[in-house]
Structure formats: C-alpha cells, structure tokens
C-alpha cells in the first residue's frame, strides 16, 4: 500500500511540473538597456535600446516601464524596433508614450497573426534623450512582462542602464506625484559609479502602473494614450486575443 501512495505522489508531482504554466527550459528571458553605460555632456543627445535575449524561450510580445531623472533627462523620441517583426510578421503597439515631466517611458509591443515567436535576441525599441541637467540618471527598467503564444508570462532577468553627465553620477532620486486621479509610485534611483555592466536583477510577473498622461509637445512618434487602469491586464488580454485570433486561422 505505501509503494502504491509513494507511486502516486510521484505520478501528481509529474503531472504538476508538465502541465504548470513554463517560460521555457532554459535560461530566462534577458531584457536589458544597451549600452549598460554612457557618458554624456550637457546639450548632448544620445540613443539607447531596449534590448531582448529570449533565451531559448519563445516570446510573443513584450511590455516594460522605463524611469529616469526628467532634471538630467528629457525624451526626444521612443520608436519601435524589429525584435518582435524579425521574420516578417505584423505587430503591434499596444502602448509607445512617454513623459517628461515625471521622467518615464511606456512600451508594449506584440504579435498579430503568427502562429510562433521569435527566439533570436534583438532590439525591441529604441529611445533619444537629450541631456539638459548637469549630473547622472539611472535608467530603470521596471514593470517588465514577456509573454509566450499562449499569453502565458515568461520568467525574465532585467539589465537597468545608467547615464553619467561629465562623469557624474545620478543624483536625488525622484518622487513621483498625483496626476488624473492616479498615483505612481516612486521610482527607486541610486547613486551608481562608471561601470560598462550591470548585474541582472531577477523579477517575476510583474503588474504595470496606470499610463500617466504624456507631457505636451511631444514628439508624435511617441502616441499620447489616455489612462486606463489595470494596464497590466489590458496588455495580457491583447495577447491573449492575438493567440484567440492565431488560433483560428
């Protein structure tokens, strides 16, 4: 009797280890900030991007907040890359703004119609900056999710950034406040020293903010989007319509 009840606990655990939801075998998800590092001067304009390493794993779409000191930093532009159209299918962006005024970024991306995703690294989005302060500001990676054909989220490794002005590094940290009923929390900047790398910070599903409003003046290739709450969850349903939609081709 007991080798009859050791044999069915090992036959459940099983059953839970392949039929649990799973990024893939492997490494995680890498998404990341490149170049990790930059050295800048006051009036300079420079271009960083949002960089994905599947690792193994089959991605499908891709969503993440980006924070930074809108005294040291202001966004000229954020455009789309070709991570997730490498191989010619369609995509789209579920969200592509940004604010200068609370010094974050919004990005989410996926795609429409195929049946798999992409397993090869590449650049999911591209952001200018122009330097306008006369010290450091990190660039945080936060709120990150990647997800599968299924509309299942993958277990990810985020690579932040940093920018140094002159060689300075960042400053205060900034403090979020209350816009359209809304709050955002606070972003976590620290002093980081020059380096060429970061170390991987290791983050599971992750629920996005509410959208804050996006400054005006702007450029357009930045779309303004009203707020919406539960952004998180207006992100995980596209994608799971997009996989609804695949799946009746």
Do not use: W
């Not at 994905?52 to 966004?75: C, K, N, T």
């Not at 490794?157 to 406040?177: N, Y």
């Not at 400054?215 to 997009?242: K, Y």
Request: proline share 8%.
């Amino acid at each position: 009797m007991k080798t009859m009840e050791r044999a069915l606990v090992v036959i459940f655990l099983m059953a839970l280890i392949c039929f649990s939801p799973a990024s893939a075998a492997g490494a995680d998800v890498l998404v990341k900030v490149v170049p990790a590092s930059i050295d800048a001067s006051v009036g300079d304009e420079f271009t960083i991007e949002i960089v994905v390493d599947p690792g193994g794993a089959d991605v499908y779409g891709v969503q993440y907040d980006l924070v930074f000191d809108p005294s040291v930093l202001q966004v000229v532009n954020q455009s789309r890359g070709d991570f997730l159209s490498q191989d010619g299918a369609n995509t789209i962006e579920i969200v592509n703004k940004f604010n200068n005024t609370l010094g974050k970024l919004e990005y989410g991306e996926t795609r429409m119609g195929a049946e798999d995703g992409v397993t090869a690294p590449g650049t999911l989005a591209r952001i200018t900056f122009r330097v306008v302060g006369d010290h450091g500001s990190n660039l945080k990676l936060e709120d990150v999710i990647v997800s599968n054909p299924e509309a299942q989220p993958l277990d990810i490794s985020v690579e932040s950034g940093v920018c140094l002005v002159g060689g300075k590094t960042p400053g205060a940290t900034p403090t979020a406040t209350q816009t359209g009923g809304t709050s955002s929390p606070a972003p976590t900047v620290t002093a980081t020293p020059p380096a060429t790398s970061t170390t991987p910070e290791k983050t599971g599903t992750q629920v996005s903010t509410p959208a804050s409003t996006e400054e005006p003046g702007s450029t357009p290739a930045a779309t303004a989007t009203p707020d919406t709450p539960g952004f998180g969850a207006v992100i995980a349903g596209i994608m799971i319509l997009a996989y609804l939609l695949k799946r009746g081709d």
